[in-house]
């Protein structure tokens, strides 16, 4: 009874053991460096976008040209690592009988299914980052 014991202790030691090491903390203050802007700066380089600079880049239009900067999502998106996306079109109303009122509406609904950081957003600072560090020197 008492090895049995001793086993079972040693084992929860053991246990916590690693589970402390799985938890332990980067001193991000050597691994991220600190933002220009404080330590309690959330928007980094978007902190350049002033009223001055925005005129400035006004100025700077010739055509007018609108340029997309994100990606549909819908299946196929670029995603990282093993991350999945999933459209499922909903007809419930198209069910014999169930269109609704005296005009026999019906409609369908759209369900994405997918991480919701993926494609091109502007608060990836916040996502991306160096083992448990990100920016800012943030954990």
């Known amino acids: 009874m008492m090895i049995r014991a001793l086993r079972v202790a040693g084992l929860v030691m053991l246990v916590l053991g690693w589970a402390s090491m799985a938890f332990a903390q980067t001193d991000c203050k050597t691994l991220v460096p600190a933002s220009p802007w404080g330590p ?3 928007t980094g380089a978007t902190n350049r976008v002033t009223s001055a600079v925005t005129k400035a880049a006004a100025a700077e239009i010739k055509e007018g040209k609108v340029v997309p900067m994100s990606y549909v999502l819908t299946d196929g998106v670029p995603l990282f690592g093993t991350r999945f996306s ?9 069910a014999p009988g169930a269109a609704l009122g005296e ?14 950081h993926v494609g091109t957003h ?18």
Request: hydrophobic share 30%.
């Open 40 to 42: 309690n700066d959330q």
């Open 86 to 94: 999933k459209t499922i079109l909903t007809a419930t109303t198209l």
């Open 103 to 116: 005009n026999q509406l019906t409609y369908m609904e759209d369900t994405w299914l997918s991480q919701s």
């Open 122 to 139: 502007l608060d990836g600072m916040g996502h991306i980052g160096r083992k448990d560090c990100y920016f800012n020197q943030t954990i």
